[in-house]
């Protein structure tokens, strides 16, 4: 079958975010706009002819139609077989489970994320690469690069394929393999975790949870491993069936997000475990009964507690986290002795420090969590953790967290999000705040002296590549600090975001409420950055 020659004209913004080329689903639906893309990824990735691909999504509105057009370019291209999730559908960590097991050269990722589905909502793509993770910035400047000069796609017309049936088929030249999207990763999480263990947490039947897929791509995942595979009681798993608009809701796990989900744990009737992931299913939020772990004291208690699980028995070679998240595993890696790396916010940092051998853990604030296991973050993995975690100690997730305070030490940490800013206002605070970054060491704001103040940058321990502008860092006596960055993964205006931390090494001091004892560095925040003069807003959107 010959490939049709399409001629196009390149589309000015397709450069890839943190994660990927997000946009509005209507932005993708113009002619040419993914097929530009997806051509520039075969034109700047020779090695994907001849070779085999995954390809899948998190279901979200467009999912269908996007995973059609891409195996029609990916057989014009020559790509030999392609492995595509049964219905389109792939979380984000089984695209990288099944990219490293069937050592295929790499993967295509529909999903925007815990963004919003629908047909007036967001869609996205990421190309993985042959380690199972997100390509690095120099493939992903390559293909920005390509879709600036695009003049022509090569496409097969060829009628829509059967997606729903699991088997093979052939397209042109290229066979098509419409896979089981469960099987491997369930055997993946299997192989990693004390199952037998969890299973009689279960049957103890003294162990309430609830685990909520929000509509979206987990669902059938957390089903087959925690009620078939894991005995727990049917309807553990609530929003288990992925809808194309997420049931119209936002598929983020977090306070603002998961309300109804953070209500069941709280009360007398309590449930002692619930958990939520996100669209795609990279993402994973933890709770225990009346008691919420940040994400990035999960690191530091997984990070602590890893030998009790049978895949890091032996121990694990380091950690890493993204640089605004808190600073509790670095205590964590201090106390083992380990190496604790700092890199630029984005799961693609860790790719190389994973691929070395150099970190066994890493995570993010954004509720991310994952290992060597694969190359992404991994919702469901991390809920498996700490499953794993409450049936080998006994105790409950507050006790456990408290544990550790007690040894480590309490970062005290929020996130708030100022969302949908004006691009120019935000971009007006982050200039203000470079031009204040040379006269704040030393300085002293009430109860607070500043040690460091800069804007970081990274240089990548393996191969030596350079990130610049990853945030404002503002580091102050004691270890607490104060974090500013604009995010990279909106789809309207800008999205101003503000880290901050506190540190509490005394026992007797680690109760207090987040908010509350965070208030003289809100104020401090403000004083430094003018956020309600610049962009007249008088409080965050989203506190997490
Ligand atoms: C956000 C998170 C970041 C995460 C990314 C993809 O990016 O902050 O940690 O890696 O989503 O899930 P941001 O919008 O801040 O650029
Ligand atoms: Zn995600």
Redesign the pocket.
């Known amino acids: 079958m010959v490939p049709t020659v399409i001629p196009t004209q390149p589309f000015g913004d397709q450069r890839p ?3 990927g080329l997000r946009k509005k689903v209507r932005v993708f639906q113009q002619p040419h706009y993914l097929e530009n893309f997806v051509q520039a990824i075969f034109d700047t990735q020779p090695n994907l002819r001849g070779a085999a691909l995954v390809v899948g999504g998190d279901g979200r509105f467009y999912n269908r139609t996007a995973v059609q057009i891409i195996l029609r370019l990916a057989a014009a291209n020559g790509v030999a077989r392609v492995l595509v999730g049964r219905g389109g559908l792939l979380s984000t960590p089984a695209v990288s489970c099944l990219i490293r097991k069937y050592g295929t050269a790499g993967g295509i990722v529909l999903s925007a ?2 963004n919003p589905g629908g047909p007036d909502a967001d869609f996205g793509i990421k190309f993985n690469v042959a380690n199972g993770g997100p390509a690095p910035e120099s493939v992903t400047e390559a293909i920005f690069a390509r879709t600036q000069t695009i003049d022509r796609y090569q496409i097969l017309e060829t009628p829509d394929l059967n997606l729903d049936q699991i088997g093979r088929t052939q397209l042109g030249a290229m066979q098509v393999e419409v896979i089981d999207p469960v099987a491997d990763y369930a055997a993946l999480m299997e192989s990693r975790f004390d199952f037998p263990a969890i299973r009689a947490l279960f049957a103890s039947g003294r162990f309430r949870m609830r685990f909520d897929a929000m509509h979206a791509v987990t669902g059938p995942y957390a089903k087959e491993i925690l009620e078939r595979r894991l005995g727990a009681p049917e309807g553990t798993v609530l929003h288990g069936t992925p809808l194309e608009d997420f049931g119209g809701g936002h598929p983020d796990p977090n306070l603002a997000h998961a309300k109804e989900l953070v209500a069941r744990t709280q009360g007398p009737a309590g449930l002692d475990f619930a958990a939520a992931s996100d669209g795609d299913g ?2 994973n939020m933890i709770l225990g009964k009346d008691f919420f772990v940040t994400p990035s004291d999960s690191l530091a208690v997984l990070a602590a507690n890893a030998q009790l699980i049978p895949s890091y028995a032996r121990g694990i070679a380091g950690v890493a986290r ?1 640089m ?1 998240t808190s600073q509790a595993v670095d205590r964590v890696a201090e106390q083992l002795g380990i190496p604790c790396y700092e890199t630029p ?3 693609k940092f860790f790719g190389n420090l994973l691929d070395a051998g150099r970190i066994s853990l890493c995570g ?3 509720f ?1 969590t994952g290992s060597d296991h694969v190359r992404e973050k991994d919702g469901l993995w991390a809920v498996l953790f700490w499953l794993n975690l409450l049936a080998v100690r006994k105790q409950s997730v507050a006790q456990i967290v408290r544990d550790h305070w007690r040894q480590f030490g309490r970062n005290y940490y929020t996130r708030h999000d100022y969302e949908g800013v004006d691009a120019d206002a935000a971009k007006g605070l982050m200039d203000h705040l470079h031009s204040l970054l040379p006269a704040l060491p030393g300085k002293t704001f009430g109860a607070h002296q500043v040690v460091y103040a800069d804007d970081f940058a990274y240089t990548d321990p393996v191969d030596g590549s350079r990130s610049t502008g990853q945030g404002i860092r503002i580091g102050l006596q004691g270890g607490s600090r104060l974090i500013f ?1 604009l ?4 789809t309207q205006g800008a ?1 101003l ?1 503000v880290y901050l931390e506190s540190f509490e090494s005394d026992p007797n001091n680690q109760t207090g409420e987040t908010q509350a004892v965070m208030a003289p560095l809100v104020q401090l925040a403000e004083e430094l950055a003018e956020i309600q003069k610049r962009t007249g807003r008088k409080k965050p959107d989203v506190i997490t």
């Open positions: 975010g943190t994660s994320s815990h990279d993402r993204s605004p916010t984005g799961w993010e604030e954004s991310g960055r995010s990279g993964t909106g999205t975001r």
